[in-house]
């Protein structure tokens, strides 16, 4: 079962191998949200729920083939440093390709659902003393030293299969608007996405598949603990400057050295995009604006939609603009989030006179 054709590998000519291991990624829901778009005041809105995904996340597009070009490698051990989701897919991935996964994630900062999907899938958890960024320059030792093959998405192969949510996006808008999206609203945290998009996004405009002026403006969205790709862009920087020290509830994004931004910067740049910063209380409305319209997702994913109406009130979106944004990762990566931003649930006694009872209260 090599998925041939399908999700990811119908993109089969724009990646590096003709087929993967798979569990079946990609081909994700493009969703309505009348709602949404009216409240947002935009032409067009559609939700990318890249939370569809077999392990919840965008990271099973770069790991279907990340892996596959690792087991050609005769690799023994695959490893990453996470915020968590990246963790969930490596174990998932490697372990159907019957490969050794070690996993590095900054202690106490991991959504629950995320590592109780890299402990069953069986990867080795080693929980570090301090943050993603950390854990990310340890892992990189390793992979230097030979100790491992690095699935971070430094990792150009997990970019190539990245490049298809872009592909996926630009041919349902075509084909149901007959033109492609003005603007493509995502998550930045390492801005592998933002990298694979904007390459996916050239490599189209070379055949003559998308002409240059139709080209979505990339337009990245951090948490305001961890912004440095936004301080960047703000103050025009030709490099980003390292945050020690972040923090946001969107655990996902938790992220103070953005390592793809010298890809990056040019995307947002040169697609006439921008990236704008929004609050943890930001984030969670948007949570909630995208579970009254029936969207699962988590923190990290809903700053997409806080972005855009940040954008959209400072008039940088404008109304007649047809958006796409992205949601990175399913609510249940992260119960905890969802249960905080959600409603409490209500004791009551067992029995009907008393449910009657406390319902008419
Ligand atoms: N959204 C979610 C849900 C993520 O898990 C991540 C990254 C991002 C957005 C940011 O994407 O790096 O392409 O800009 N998560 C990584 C991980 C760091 O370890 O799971 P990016």
Known sequence: DDFEGRGVWRYADALPLDSGVTTQEGATPL??????????????????HEGMNPTGSFKDRGMTVGVAVAKELGVDRLACASTGNTSAA?????????????????????????????????????????????????VQELAARGEAYLLNSLNPFRLEGQ???????????????????DRIVLP?????????????????VQVGDLPLEDVPKLTGVQAA???????????????????DDVETRATAIRIGNPVNAPKALPGIRETDGTAVAVSDEEITDAQRDLAEEGIGVEPASAASIAGLRKLRADGV????????????????????????????PQPVPNDTEGVLEHLHE
């Open 90 to 138: 490596l174990a998932a991935y490697g372990s159907r390709g019957g490969m050794e996964t070690l996993v590095l994630l900054p202690a106490g900062k991991v959504a629950a659902g995320k590592i109780a999907q890299a402990s069953l899938h069986g990867a080795r958890i080693l929980e570090v003393d301090g943050n993603f960024d950390s854990c990310l320059d340890i």
């Open 31 to 48: 969703y309505e949200v009348p709602r949404l778009e009216n409240d947002v005041g935009v032409e067009a809105l559609r939700i990318k």
């Open 163 to 181: 490049k298809t949510i872009g592909l996926e996006i630009l041919e349902a808008f075509r084909d149901d608007y007959g033109a492609f999206p």
């Open 317 to 344: 979106v404008t109304d007649d603009e047809r958006v796409a944004c992205l949601t990175t990762g399913h609510l249940l990566k992260d119960p905890d989030a969802a249960a905080a931003a959600g409603s409490d």
């Open 225 to 243: 603990g961890a912004a440095p790709m936004v301080e960047a862009i703000e103050n025009d920087a030709d490099e980003v400057r390292r945050w």
């Open 188 to 204: 930045v945290g390492n801005a592998g996405n933002t990298s694979a998009l904007y390459k996916a996004f050239r490599e189209l």
